[in-house]
């Protein structure tokens, strides 16, 4: 019985884990189009060894478009899991084409976010449901992957908390990228009180980690990002 009970429980937190699990760590490199300027995405997750995740998102012009924005705009999330819900710890922006920073702490033990923007001080209230903004992305992909309806979530956007809208395609779509054709599912979301949607297809194949991204602002796209290669 002792054995039976035993192997009850290591099954059980087998499968705890199991649900929770963000993808492995991966690499994914995208061709971006952003308005006119041709560029590249770069979307990296790595497993730290403190039981701790950093995601960072990178974009940069490319070809003869660097000699009119040399530069990146790097987007960095540490994060750790806790109890099911992806939760940040510190992010960081480095905007180097505007020479715009930002760093800021999420302190869950006295519930606060601290930081800058820019030279704006960042003082706020942490609420339990709120995240930095490049975190967003891997929130979207877990809730996916775990059929949750995720419906409203909340994050930090420059230095002021924003309501984001998510909304789920009924059916999928087979999307072509120049990594390949994919059975994708589309997720929109949107700030409550912007036009601006962004809109991710992520394949179930690749773990949901997106194969195509855009954003479009009163029905222009303004920009695109298709999947050229992964590294898992």
């Known amino acids: ?33 952003i308005k006119q300027a041709q560029g590249q995405l770069r979307s990296e997750l790595i497993s730290n060894n403190d039981d701790t995740y950093s995601f960072e998102m990178v974009t940069n012009a490319t070809g003869i478009w660097k000699m009119l924005a040399n530069g990146s705009v790097s987007e960095k999330s540490l994060f750790k899991i ?8 510190q992010y960081n922006l ?32 942490l609420e339990e449901q709120v995240i930095d903004r490049v ?14 309806d995720l419906k409203l979530i909340t994050i930090l956007d420059k230095d002021v908390l924003k309501n984001i809208v998510i909304k789920r395609g009924n059916e999928t779509e087979v999307i072509g990228v120049p990594f390949g054709k994919f059975d994708s599912i589309k997720i929109e979301h949107s700030k409550t009180d912007s036009e601006k949607i962004n809109t991710l297809w992520l394949a179930k194949e690749l773990d949901y980690i997106p194969v195509k991204l855009t954003q479009t602002e009163n029905g222009r796209t303004t920009f695109t990002a298709e999947l050229r290669d992964l590294i898992k």
């Open 82 to 89: 806790d109890k099911g819900a992806l939760k940040s710890i």
């Open 94 to 125: 480095d905007n180097s084409i505007r020479n715009i920073k930002s760093e800021v702490l999420f302190d869950w033990k006295n519930n606060k976010i601290q930081g800058l923007y820019k030279e704006r001080i960042i003082n706020l209230s």
């Open 135 to 148: 975190l967003l992305q891997l929130q979207i992909i877990n809730a996916i992957r775990e059929n949750d």
């Open 1 to 33: 019985m002792m054995r039976f009970l035993i192997l009850i429980s290591f099954i059980s937190a087998i499968f705890i884990e199991s649900i929770w699990a963000i993808p492995s760590d991966f690499q994914a490199i995208y061709d971006a189009n």
